[in-house]
């Protein structure tokens, strides 16, 4: 153990008498979420009660929507690095995408990819509900290429203490935004967003740049419009610049790490977080 992790416990040992009463990390935590929470100036970094609470070992959901090449998957990832202590699991709302019929893949150019009904949200739906109830999932896994779904593989998932869906709509279906215990919109500006998606495509997806032109007015930007922009008023933290913004992701991160720490029947103890929050590695008991 490290000097500065022992002499932590020190700390916390010799405070755990007659005093330890001032430290009860439960009730300190609730009153700081609660007291950043009623304040809109402080949005940034509270976190939603909308959904139900967390029964004792129940892991945290978190929604990351935002448009397309926004930077969702950036932020996650950058999320999930600084989590590294906890089991996290990263769902991406594309893998739930249907894979197109013959005659929709004779007529893609027409096919809109940006609409509620290009995904498959029963299935995501059940995947989120077992993930949350502790059970695996097996993901399946999509071809942005193709169009088409991998017909024999799939991408198994296991329980975790943090479930991250992610994508573009994922705000849209009230029975899917109510499994959230924090949802977060990135929101990076639409010439940048343009830029990204038409390297993207371009370079890692081989498409036509007339295609990605012609996709993105018909379809992208309308359905932004009309279905990820007004699912931005869901969110209960906005993220300007997306993986860009290291301030606020490092407000989410010690969010989620605080209520991860203080949830009922968490393996964790004050003590851990105490060292967390000092700096310390804090290993699962
Ligand atoms: N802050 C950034 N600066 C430069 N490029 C970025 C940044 N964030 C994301 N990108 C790039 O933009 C593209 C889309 O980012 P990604 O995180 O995959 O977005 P999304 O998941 O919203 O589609 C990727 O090629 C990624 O490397
Ligand atoms: N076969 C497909 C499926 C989806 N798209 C586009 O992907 C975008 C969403 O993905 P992000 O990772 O950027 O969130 C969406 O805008 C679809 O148009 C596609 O081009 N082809």
């Known amino acids: 153990m490290s000097e500065q992790a022992s002499s932590i416990d020190y700390i916390m040992e010799k405070a755990s008498g007659p005093h330890f ?3 009860r990390l439960n009730g300190l935590l609730s009153s700081l979420s609660s007291s ?19 029964t004792p070992k129940q892991p945290f959901v978190i929604g990351v929507s935002g ?7 950036t932020v996650c990832d950058m999320i999930i690095q600084q989590l590294h202590d906890h089991r996290v699991v990263l769902v991406n709302q594309d893998s739930f995408y249907r894979g197109l019929t013959t005659a929709e893949l004779e007529r893609v150019h027409e096919y809109n990819f940006d609409h ?3 995904f498959d949200t029963e299935q995501l739906l059940d995947c989120i509900q077992k993930l949350r109830s502790g059970q695996p999932y097996q993901i399946p896994i999509y071809d942005f290429k193709t ?7 799939f991408r198994q998932v296991n329980a975790s203490d943090v479930i991250i869906l992610e994508g573009i709509l994922v705000f849209h279906d009230p029975s899917v935004r109510n499994l959230m215990n924090m949802k977060i919109f990135v929101d990076t500006d639409v010439d940048v967003r343009l830029a990204r998606r038409i390297r993207r495509d371009t370079v890692e997806r081989g498409r036509d740049i007339n295609f990605v032109l012609e996709q993105y007015a018909k379809f992208v930007k309308p359905a932004f419009d009309d279905f990820v922009l007004p699912s931005k008023k869901y969110a209960d933290v906005i993220i300007p610049r997306g993986g860009e913004n290291h301030v606020a992701i490092d407000l989410i991160v010690h969010n989620i790490e605080s209520f991860i720490y203080s949830a009922p029947g968490s393996v964790y103890t004050g003590v851990d977080f105490c060292k967390k929050l000092c700096g310390v590695s804090v290993v699962r008991r």
Do not use: I
Not at 37 to 51: G, L, Q
Not at 67 to 73: E, I, L
């Open 36 to 54: 950043s929470s009623t304040s809109p100036t402080h949005r940034t970094c509270s976190v939603s009660a909308s959904a139900s609470p967390l």
């Open 116 to 118: 509620p009904d290009a």
């Open 21 to 23: 009463s001032g430290l």
């Open 67 to 73: 448009g397309a090449a926004s930077g969702k998957t």
């Open 147 to 153: 169009h088409l779904r991998c017909s024999d593989s």
